[in-house]
T-cell receptor, first 115, second 113 residues
Framework: GNSVTQMEGPVTLSEEAFLTINCTYT??????LFWYVQYPGEGLQLLLK?????DKGSNKGFEATYRKETTSFHLEKGSVQVSDSAVYFC??????????????FGTGTRLLVSP | SQTIHQWPATLVQPVGSPLSLECTVE??????LYWYRQAAGRGLQLLFY??????ISSEVPQNLSASRPQDRQFILSSKKLLLSDSGFYLC????????????FGDGTRLSIL
């Protein structure tokens, strides 16, 4: 079945450091890929998405490119801030035969940014 | 614009008591609706989803049930809570169209004593 694998956390960085959070997936067909962010005590917010190979999703300085050849969707940011501290989830869509779309989530990667 | 509301935000319940968590969506019609549970420090587990009024699908066997009495209302229930039901419960919605993102509520933190 479809699955998403994320790097183990926590990822600990100093402010202004470069961020990469790895995400690889296994899927049949051509799923859409998403990154969600969860701040402490809150729900998940959609951070960015990509719907086909070579698409680049971007938002708030974060970027991720849909790489079909390596089945990856790594999240990057050039200069992190303390306010970026959160848990980041990679996810893919899994469209069922009934037309219903289910999201398959990775286990999440906690990012801690210190001043 | 579309919004999603969950309540209550936090809940402390004794073992064996009933549960009712409510989720409503505004600004869209005929959404797909979802209930997830997130155990402490872990990922999300899909519990139920619904593609229409009265249509509920369960992903995992458990002590919980879900209902959709109206198009934009999704309710998570239990007749008797277990300690293992503790967690962070998230409601989400998406459009019917394929490969679209899901949009999440702020969650309910449920503690069972």
């Amino acid at each position: 079945g479809n699955s998403v694998t994320q790097m183990e956390g926590p990822v600990t960085l100093s402010e202004e450091a470069f961020l990469t959070i790895n995400c690889t997936y296994t899927a049949t067909g051509y799923p859409s890929l998403f990154w969600y962010v969860q701040y402490p005590g809150e729900g998940l917010q959609l951070l960015l998405k990509a719907t086909k190979a070579d698409d680049k999703g971007s938002n708030k300085g974060f970027e991720a490119t849909y790489r079909k050849e390596t089945t990856s969707f790594h999240l990057e940011k050039g200069s992190v801030q303390v306010s970026d501290s959160a848990v980041y989830f990679c996810a893919l869509s899994d469209r069922r035969n009934t037309g219903f779309q289910k999201l398959v989530f990775g286990t999440g990667t906690r990012l801690l940014v210190s001043p | 614009s579309q919004t999603i509301h969950q309540w209550p935000a936090t809940l402390v319940q004794p073992v064996g008591s009933p549960l009712s968590l409510e989720c409503t969506v505004e600004g869209t019609s005929n959404p797909n609706l979802y209930w997830y549970r997130q155990a402490a420090g872990r990922g999300l587990q899909l519990l139920f989803y619904s593609v229409g009024i009265g249509q509920i699908s369960s992903e995992v066997p458990q002590n919980l049930s879900a209902s959709r009495p109206q198009d934009r209302q999704f309710i998570l229930s239990s007749k008797k809570l277990l300690l293992s039901d503790s967690g962070f419960y998230l409601c989400a919605w998406s459009t019917e169209a394929g490969n679209q993102p899901q949009h999440f509520g702020d969650g309910t933190r449920l503690s069972i004593l």
